[in-house]
């Protein structure tokens, strides 16, 4: 049973630049969230998937953009690129946008490091 | 507001000691969700435990137990004769169901850095 993938591991971009990150949701998951984590912070939302549409968002500015396929997985796209984008971001996925109180499944998450 | 606050920034223990880890959370919904999520080194936020709004009892299982206090908006996790592989950041989170936009989506503490020593 395939848990969530996340790729790449590990990436280094300069400011200014635009990135994508991919998750895989876990099998049998319909529904994927991005979340952002500082170091020495906790994640905080960015934004959720669901039918190949954003259900909701968190307080992100317009660079961070996203999308869903058909087959449930999903992209973070992150464009003008600012230092303090410098994070561990973490794909989770879920069954049912709904499915309230069911527990997210975590990735391991891409390190992005800007320089 | 911060939701959901974790006041333990770092603790230490020495292995085979019971430790508790701190939480307090702010919600105006009725029904909502309570999560502990450990995230060892490598980054992937594992799930522990939850507990909806309507449900205030207390459990065990195996070494973790939790105790869920709606009155003090607490939800405190124990991790019982602590072993080195407990090492880990835990971060306790909120789903809110109330009406609205927010289904679904977590509210993170800023995590307690749990440390055994052998």
């Known amino acids: 049973d395939a848990g969530v993938t996340q790729s790449p591991t590990h990436l280094i971009k300069t400011r200014g630049q635009q990135v994508t990150l991919r998750c895989s949701p876990k099998?049998?998951?319909?529904?994927v969230s991005w979340y952002q984590q500082a170091l020495g912070q906790g994640p905080q939302f960015i934004f959720q998937y669901y039918e190949e549409e954003e259900r909701q968002r968190g307080n992100f500015p317009d660079r961070f953009s996203g999308h869903q396929f058909p087959n449930y997985s999903s992209e973070l796209n992150v464009n003008a690129l600012l230092l303090g984008d410098s994070a561990l971001y973490l794909c989770?996925?879920?069954?049912?946008?709904?499915?309230?109180?069911?527990?997210?499944?975590f990735g391991d998450g891409t390190r992005l490091s800007i320089l | 507001a911060q939701k959901v606050t974790q006041a333990q920034t770092e603790i230490s223990v020495v292995e085979k000691e019971d430790v508790t880890l701190d939480c307090v959370y702010e919600t105006r919904d009725t029904t909502y969700y309570l999560f502990w999520y450990k995230q060892p080194p490598s980054g992937e936020l594992v799930f522990l435990i939850r507990r909806n709004s309507f449900d205030e009892q207390n459990e065990i299982s195996g070494r973790y137990s939790w105790n869920f206090q709606k009155s003090t908006s607490s939800f405190n996790f124990t991790i019982t004769a602590s072993q080195v592989v407990d090492s880990a950041v835990y971060f306790c989170a909120l789903s809110e169901a109330g009406r609205g936009s927010t289904l679904g989506r977590l509210y993170f503490g800023r995590g307690t850095q749990l440390t055994v020593w052998p």
């Open positions: 989770a996925s879920s069954l049912g946008v709904r499915a309230v109180g069911q527990p997210q499944h």
């Open positions: 099998s049998g998951h319909d529904t």
